[in-house]
């Protein structure tokens, strides 16, 4: 049982709510941190744990729109295309990650690599275009920057072009 | 070039800050804390805000020192308080640097604020998308709390404040405060209809405030210089203190700028923004994050202030200014302001639910060159039928966008839909709508 | 002492279009502009939901506030100024709002089984919206199989939530999940798996437009062909009201209208989708005669003459008291009521049972002892405003669903407090748990009741929790008990109930608290071993913290068989005269003979567990069985088969050839409640009427007809014209037997027949009561209790004729706990062998979570097999035979 292997974690996210339905996003986060996607057999887990039906945890689970009913690439591309992004050229992103990895949005590379997904707005709307690879931001993206991004993905699982702590612009030296 | 004192960024802006609790505590961090329960009620706290005048960042500006006074006193049960940092409005992304660079500016406000309104628990509600905004907040926290700043008895009060991070999912109407209530209750984020408001029937149906990440922020600033102080900048007496203003789009340099409230557009966008990215002069400015009916030139030297850009047919928000240069197509941008509100209006209220996806149907074939005459007549009347009829603010913010672009440049939608009577071959199939 | 002027404060004047409207405080204003004929149109608002405010439909204008506003969310404020229909800002809203909800819809009323009565359809007629700006693609929902009882068309969705709400807030099954959000929203079930409910068709009934609609009756009708006919449903003792809609005689459907009935309009799985029973093709169509081995149709004549002559003969040959009757309580309070007659005036006898012997009459004969009542002292209204409320061996959302229902209000709604004595585990299902919401949850094994009961008392007694009123006035009776309770110890509670002091303390601390207090009862106690004994020391329960007699409280025993309560008053109880008299009552007798023109016979009444024992041992002759099922109903061990094989003469009047008629020497075909005309008696005591909606099928009669008839064929005619002619005897005879009123008057507790109680009647068996029955001595191997029990999709043998409840629940299995089955390393739907001394079955297992450890239940519809492993008594006080509750062990089978 998936939760049984996280006893400590999933006691620790309870105690945190007077009202144990409360825990819900939190359970669901840590499951499909585990597995990559909601399962079914997680969400009946969690409904027990909550006591909740599995109707009421599913209708939770399908409003949001992180949360998936299947599994995903091991790494999931959300490129910003809202209009803030658009202006500074996301349209672009999409189109050079669909000729490098031969995927459109929606799609999953062959070798279960990469999901492409085209998302609204991230909340990096100053350093546009941008895309979040799974839990990391990577922002004022060119056509090489992408290239780069994806080549140290799949070699090495991560990239240090991501962002850090947050702050732009940067301040001038002084 | 103008320079502003700076009150929220002063700290992270400077070199080698990390935002660790030594690195805020050499600032002179907690000490509004230390002072508020060494020789302050909480009644105290609350007039000190009140005098202020500062009112809620997340949007629609709410006094906040009021919002406080609301939560009753005498209430048998827990009360809450539920920092607000969903930050999802497109344009906006200062929460998200208040966040991730000086962590402890906000739990220290929050910690304030619990103490004035007599709430022992307080949650962070953050967008899902902002994990390492998430994982500095845990760290802060577990500082604090190893500090002694938060926790049970803390600094030696007798006072027990509890913050905890909760991680939402993925929804932008989560970041309007009855959506995030339920969705901190571990529903779907539907807005509740108010009344009855937060302060008395808030989480779990008990009294709690909902307060914006850069509200929260100056709370401590405020304890420490004083209500008089804070009210003296900006544009007393209705837009007091400083913004943290996030500029984007086609600007040479977008970015967060604090500034006090009361500047101009223009000395936002072309004194610190540096102008327009290319040579292309500026056409449109959105001023206040996505829901902010958009602007024109002619609105370049609208003070930003709460009165001024109302006074303008806008609104400040959320402090989103997004900037758009000549050759850019109004269709296409409400197009895609359209299909964001589209794709996050969560559904419960009837207008808002069908309208968006209408809208945003109806846009897309006129900028796909399929409009017919009529189409302009059509969005106008949704337009109408929209606002003022549902349960939440968004249903009035989802027409801004269609609404000013229809004002300032109608032009722009008759065009488009003459093109598509000139080219639009007889019988040709209607392009199929995909969600 | 100041008199506080109340009524004046609570009330708020208004006005709405114009007219003035005085409320109660509190009110919303969509309420009260129905109070004042202003019809405001909607769709998510429900009476019996939470508002939700989110159709936008109900908007209204109110002076002095910015915008409009939903009048399904406002409460009313005095002088408030609404304006509705003649505002033309508000009928402009509203026609955009239905432009709104129409331009995503799929206008396909013309296959719409809605169509008709559709809100969508109406309020679109007067609003005209005949005419769109919508050019777009519809949203479409590709279709999905849903469930095999209730069918989805989502596009025609309005999103109002209703259904979603009505599962969660009124039945607390939460089964509907809304999928997704904005315009694809869409209702189902958990992911892509078929609907696995309680299968109300409460989610059919509230939505507003054609989106659920009913499998049953697809595409069989247009409201405006079917017929309405207002009656009762034939299957449990809540009697819930029912419309049977039909089309040229034809049953299309049931369904119960908003604020109709004791139900209020709700229903269960058996009400509402289990009406095909009446028109199943199996109804015997014509009298049968048994000739050699085979039955033979004969005309009524042939028939009736044969029954007569027989009963004549067999009455000359051995006297009347060789003739016994047995009636079910699903005939109608006219059918027994003559029944008892025919048996006891034309017959001579006074031997009659019927099926409230098999537990409701504990019930009926404590109350009389104790409080002079056979009915409830308080009813379903009492149950809604209780503070504290306390169930006893009733999993009552399958008992007894809609007194569930009341029972879930008070305590979701009204935040009444709720205890809970069952054999079941909290825990989530399919079917909503009452257990769930208990404050106080007593879990036990079912063999453990008597114990817990006790453990009540003795808290109450132990923390000084005796009414000091009881204390003074019935010094003896209070002592004796406490007494008897102080020698309990503890420790054998504990052993006995596996529940510590302190749970019962805590519990009892709430009860004695409380000052409105219903006690619910079922089958746990009623039909278990020391029932009659369980059910005094309840009453006991009541007496001594002085709430027996308090407005508001009492003990309420659920009626399991629709008509049960009926049978009781109705005299269908050999020892009990009609208005639940006395047998032994000289004048009673007198009176009664007087008013029938015919000598009521001094024998003694007996009941089917002696008429067993005497047509064992020849001295009953001939049975007639009415819509009775003994052999279905009663283990082996009960003798049952050797009685029925020793009779000289069985006369079954039946719907169905049951496993007893097929033994019948002549076999009656009766007609059922769908087909006949008369009253049903709830389990409260409200009288109410049942209607024919369809033409009899075949030759069957209304049972009344039948008995009048033989007793024409016995030379002692009994003869009406009609049904309403046995009502008037009945309640000339009878004063309160009318059907009168929206809800029945609780009946009072007679302070005499209390007093004589706590002076000398309880001595008479105190001792007895004050312990409980020894448990048969474990078996080391068969370490499961076993519970035959009710379903919920089910009632008796008889729904077992319904092909939608066949549908949700096709046959029986033994469910048990997960970890039981693990232990036996078995899972949901392996085959196992139950078995003990008296016998073994093969079976399939289901596994529920709510079942608790070490016990085995198996739904008492299905238990033909089962129901041979179960060890039979009989209460010494009320004859009332136990067969519900055994041992068994439960193995895997190799192989599977
Ligand atoms: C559709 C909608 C989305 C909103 N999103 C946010 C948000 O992301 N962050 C935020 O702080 N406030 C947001 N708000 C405003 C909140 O409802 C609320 O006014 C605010 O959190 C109050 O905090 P403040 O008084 O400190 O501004 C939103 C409001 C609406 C109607
Ligand atoms: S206005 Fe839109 S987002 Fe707000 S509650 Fe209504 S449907 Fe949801
Ligand atoms: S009935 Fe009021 S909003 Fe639906």
């Known amino acids: 049982m998936l939760l049984d292997r996280f006893k400590n974690e999933v006691e620790a996210i309870l105690s945190r709510y007077p009202v144990k339905r409360s825990a819900l996003l939190p359970l669901l986060n840590l499951a499909q941190r585990e597995e990559g996607f909601v399962s079914e057999s997680a969400m009946k887990e969690i409904a027990k744990v909550l006591d909740l039906t599995p109707a009421q945890v599913f209708e939770t689970v399908t409003f949001y729109t992180m949360f998936h009913l299947k599994p995903i690439g091991k790494f999931h591309l959300q490129v910003c295309k809202s209009l803030m992004c658009a202006l500074v050229g996301s349209d672009e992103v999409v189109v050079w990650i669909q000729k490098k990895l031969g995927i459109a949005p929606g799609q999953t590379t062959a070798d279960n690599l990469f999901t492409l997904s085209v998302v609204e707005c991230l909340g990096s709307c100053g350093t546009g275009p941008m895309m979040q690879v799974n839990d990391d931001y990577y922002e004022q993206l060119s056509e090489e920057k992408v290239g780069r991004v994806l080549d140290d993905l799949k070699r090495d699982g991560t990239c240090s072009l991501k962002t850090g702590p947050f702050m732009y612009p940067q301040p001038l030296a002084k | ?435 | ?896």
């Open chain 3, 1 to 896: 002492m100041a008199i506080t002027p109340t009524t004046t404060t609570d009330m708020i004047t208004l006005t709405i279009d114009g007219k003035s409207a005085t409320v109660a405080k509190g009110t919303l204003v969509i309420e009260a502009a129905r109070q004042v004929g202003v019809m405001v149109p909607h769709f998510c608002y429900h009476p019996k939901l939470a508002p939700d405010a989110n159709c936008r439909m109900c908007l209204v204008e109110i002076e002095k506030m910015p915008r409009l506003q939903t009048s399904c969310s406002t409460q009313v404020a005095e002088g408030m100024v609404v304006k509705s229909a003649s505002s033309p800002v508000v009928q402009n809203a509203r026609k955009s709002v239905l432009d709104f909800i129409l331009a995503n819809h799929p206008l396909d009323c013309p296959v719409c089984d809605q169509g008709g009565r559709c809100d969508l359809q109406d309020f679109s007629h007067e609003y005209t919206a005949t005419t769109s700006g919508f050019k777009e693609l519809k949203r479409v929902f590709p279709k999905e199989y849903f469930s095999p009882l209730i069918e989805t068309q989502m596009n025609r969705c309005v999103q109002c939530l209703r259904c979603v709400r009505y599962c969660d807030q009124v039945m607390d099954v939460k089964a509907l999940a809304p999928m997704g959000r904005g315009t694809m929203t869409e209702i189902k079930a958990f992911g892509a798996h078929e609907l696995d409910c309680e299968f109300c068709g409460g989610c059919i009934q509230i939505c507003p437009v054609g989106a659920i609609t009913s499998r049953l009756s697809m595409y069989e009708f247009r409201p405006w062909m079917l017929k309405r006919t207002d009656s009762v449903c034939g299957y449990c003792g809540d009697g819930c009201q029912i419309t049977f809609q039909t089309k040229n005689n034809d049953l299309i459907e049931v369904n119960s209208t908003h604020g109709a009935g004791r139900n209020n309009g709700d229903l269960c799985a058996r009400g509402y989708f289990g009406y095909h029973v009446s028109v199943h093709p199996d109804r015997l169509t014509s009298p049968l005669i048994r000739r050699g081995d085979a039955l033979q149709p004969v005309q009524w004549e042939e028939a009736l003459e044969l029954v007569g002559q027989r009963l004549l003969d067999i009455k000359t040959k051995y006297g009347p008291d060789a003739i016994g009757g047995l009636i079910t309580g699903r005939c109608t309070n006219e059918d027994i009521y003559i029944f008892q007659k025919f048996m006891r005036g034309v017959v001579g006898t006074n031997r009659i049972d019927s099926s409230v012997r098999y537990g409701h009459l504990n019930a009926m004969h404590a109350m009389q002892r104790v409080q002079g009542t056979h009915r409830w002292a308080v009813n379903f209204d009492d149950i809604l405003s209780a503070d504290t409320l306390l169930l006893v061996g009733t999993n009552i959302t399958e008992t007894n669903p809609i007194t569930g229902l009341k029972v879930k209000e008070a305590v979701k709604r009204r935040g009444a407090k709720l205890i809970t004595i069952e054999a079941l585990e909290p825990a989530i299902g399919s079917i909503s748990n009452i257990v769930n919401l208990a404050h106080h949850h007593l879990g036990i094994k079912p063999t453990a009741y008597a114990g817990a009961v006790l453990g009540m008392l003795k808290a109450v007694v132990d923390q000084q929790m005796v009414d000091p009123e009881v204390r003074a006035t019935a010094q003896s009776y209070a002592n004796d008990i406490t007494a008897a309770l102080t020698s309990l110890s503890w420790d054998a509670i504990q052993a006995q109930t596996g529940l510590a002091s302190e749970v019962f303390i805590q519990a009892a601390q709430v009860f004695a608290k409380g000052q409105k207090v219903v006690i619910l009862v079922g089958p746990g106690v009623l039909r278990s071993v020391g029932g009659f004994g369980m059910t005094m020391n309840l009453l006991d329960l009541l007496l001594v913290t002085g709430k027996l007699t308090k407005p508001g409280c009492g003990l309420a025993p659920l009626a399991e068989e629709n008509n049960d309560q009926g049978a009781f008053e109705m005299g269908g109880t050999g020892s009990v005269l009609p208005g639940g008299q006395s047998l032994g009552d000289p004048d009673v007798r007198k009176r009664l003979a007087q008013a029938w023109g015919r000598p009521i016979p001094d024998t003694p009444g007996s009941s089917l567990p002696q008429m067993i024992d005497d047509a064992q041992h020849g001295k009953l002759k001939a049975l007639f069985v009415v819509g009775e099922n003994p052999l279905a109903s009663l283990p082996p061990s009960s003798g049952i088969h050797s009685a029925l094989e020793k009779l000289e003469f069985l006369v079954c009047q039946e719907l169905f050839l049951t496993e007893t008629a097929q033994h019948a020497h002549v076999i009656l075909p009766a007609c059922s409640y769908a087909e006949k005309d008369g009253t049903f008696t709830n389990t409260e005591g409200h009288i109410q009427s049942v209607r024919k909606a369809i033409d009899l099928v075949g030759d069957s009669r209304p049972d009344w007809e039948v008995f009048s008839a033989l007793s024409v064929m016995m030379n002692d005619p009994m003869e009406y014209g009609d049904v309403k002619d046995i009502g008037k005897e009945i309640h000339n005879l009878l004063p309160g037997t009318r059907t009168l009123g929206p809800a029945p008057f609780p009946a009072q507790p007679d302070s005499t027949v209390i007093a004589r109680y706590l002076k000398t009647d309880y001595q008479r068996d105190i001792a007895t009561r004050y312990q409980w029955p020894v448990e048969d001595a474990v078996a080391g191997a068969e370490d499961m209790i076993v519970q035959v029990s009710q379903s919920l999709f089910h009632s008796g043998k008889f729904s077992r004729k319904a092909k939608g409840l066949l549908q949700v629940e096709p046959a029986g299995k033994i469910y048990l706990h997960p970890e039981d089955a693990a232990r036996r390393g078995i899972g949901e739907g392996a085959i196992v062998k139950v078995s003990n001394r008296l016998g073994e079955v093969i079976t399939p297992v289901g596994l529920r979570e709510r079942i608790p450890r070490g016990v085995v239940m198996f739904p008492e519809h299905f238990d033909e097999e089962v129901r041979r492993l179960l060890p039979y008594s009989v209460d010494s006080e009320t004859q009332v035979p136990y067969c519900k509750v055994g041992r068994v062990r439960v193995e895997k089978m190799v192989g599977t």
């Open chain 2, 1 to 435: 070039m103008a320079t502003y004192e700076k009150i929220l960024l002063k700290n992270m802006e400077q070199p080698g800050y990390t935002g660790s609790l030594a690195d805020y505590e050499g600032t002179g961090g907690y000490r509004a804390l230390r002072t508020v329960l060494r020789d302050m009620q909480p009644d105290q706290v609350i007039e000190v805000v009140k005098k202020s005048g500062l009112r809620g960042r997340g949007g629609a500006g709410f006094p906040t020192g009021v919002k406080w006074g609301f939560i009753p006193k005498n209430h048998p049960g827990p009360k809450y308080l539920c920092c607000n940092a969903d930050e999802s409005e497109p344009g906006t992304f200062k929460d998200r640097q208040l966040m991730e660079r000086d962590p402890h500016q906000m739990l220290e406000g929050m910690a304030i604020t619990c103490f004035a309104i007599g709430a022992q628990t307080a949650y962070i509600y953050i967008r899902g998308e902002f994990r390492l905004g998430a994982k500095i907040l845990e760290q802060a926290i577990q500082e604090a709390y190893a500090a002694g700043y938060l926790g049970v008895n803390i600094l030696g009060s007798g006072l027990t404040i509890n913050i905890y991070v909760h991680l939402g999912a993925g929804a932008y109407i989560c970041g309007e405060e009855t959506a995030l209530l339920e969705s901190l209750e571990g529903k779907r984020g539907m807005p509740r209809f108010k009344p009855p408001f937060p302060a008395t029937h808030g989480l779990y149906q008990n009294p709690t405030v909902v307060n914006n990440v850069e509200t929260m922020a100056n709370i401590p600033h405020i304890i420490n210089r004083g209500g008089e102080w804070y009210a003296s900048i900006g544009s007393p007496p209705k837009s007091c203190g400083t913004r943290v203003f996030c500029l984007s789009g086609h600007v040479k340099r977008p970015g967060n700028y604090e500034t006090p409230m009361g500047i101009t557009f223009r000395e936002l966008i072309y004194d610190l923004g540096g102008g327009m990215r290319s040579d292309k002069p500026l056409k449109a400015f959105i001023p206040g994050g996505a829901s902010a009916p958009f602007l024109t030139p002619d609105h370049l030297d609208v003070k930003m202030d709460f009165e001024s850009v109302a006074l303008a047919g806008s609104m400040l928000g959320s402090g989103g200014v997004t900037v758009m240069e000549e050759g850019t197509n109004m269709v296409w941008a409400a197009l895609r302001l359209m299909e964001f509100f589209y794709h996050e209006s969560c559904g419960k209220c009837t207008p808002c639910r069908e309208g968006t996806s209408w809208l945003v149907q109806t846009l897309q074939r006129i900028w796909n060159k399929r409009g017919r005459p009529e189409d302009v007549g059509v969005l106008d009347e949704l337009c109408g039928n929209i606002p003022g009829r549902t349960v939440c603010a968004f249903g009035d913010a989802a027409v801004s966008p269609i609404v000013s672009t229809l004002l300032h440049w109608r032009g722009e939608y008759e065009a488009l839909i003459r093109e598509a009577q000139e080219t639009m071959p007889r019988n040709k199939e209607i392009p199929v709508f995909t969600s």
